[in-house]
């Protein structure tokens, strides 16, 4: 889909074919599976009583937190709703419903903030933590 506003082109095909690309759904999943895969690796584990595990974590933890930022389904999306351009009511409904998924396997990860956060102070404080 390309999108013409105020003499630019938003070329949306960068992100999907369409509003239907099989990939949106794909890279939703995606996003699903891999918080629910640090949820299941890091909760109810003493990963922060040890400096090197801690370390681990905080790398995986990095490493969602950049996939989780700005996600390519929502992004699509915002795109076409805030050109104006489109089916606006279609496309609400999607960025509803992406954003509840995403929000959803957000909070599966929501745990590793509140277990680290006084524990790093702690470790960053006592200059205890090391690159790897």
């Not at 009583?49 to 700005?70: A, P, R």
Request: proline letters at 2%.
């Amino acid at each position: 889909m390309k999108i013409v506003k105020n003499k630019s082109t938003w070329d949306l095909t960068l992100f999907y074919k369409s509003n239907n690309d099989p990939q949106i759904e794909k890279d939703i999943k995606h996003i699903e599976e891999i918080c629910a895969i640090f949820a299941k690796k890091y909760n109810k584990t003493d990963f922060e009583k040890n400096h090197t595990k801690l370390l681990k974590s905080l790398l995986d933890y990095e490493k969602i937190l950049k996939e989780l930022d700005g996600t390519k389904p929502e992004r699509y999306f915002r795109s076409i709703f805030n050109s104006g351009l489109g089916d606006v009511s279609y496309t609400q409904a999607r960025l509803v419903k992406i954003n509840e998924r995403i929000k959803e396997a957000r909070n599966k990860i929501i745990f590793y903030k509140i277990n680290t956060k006084e524990n790093l102070v702690e470790i960053v404080y006592q200059n205890k933590l090391v690159e790897a």
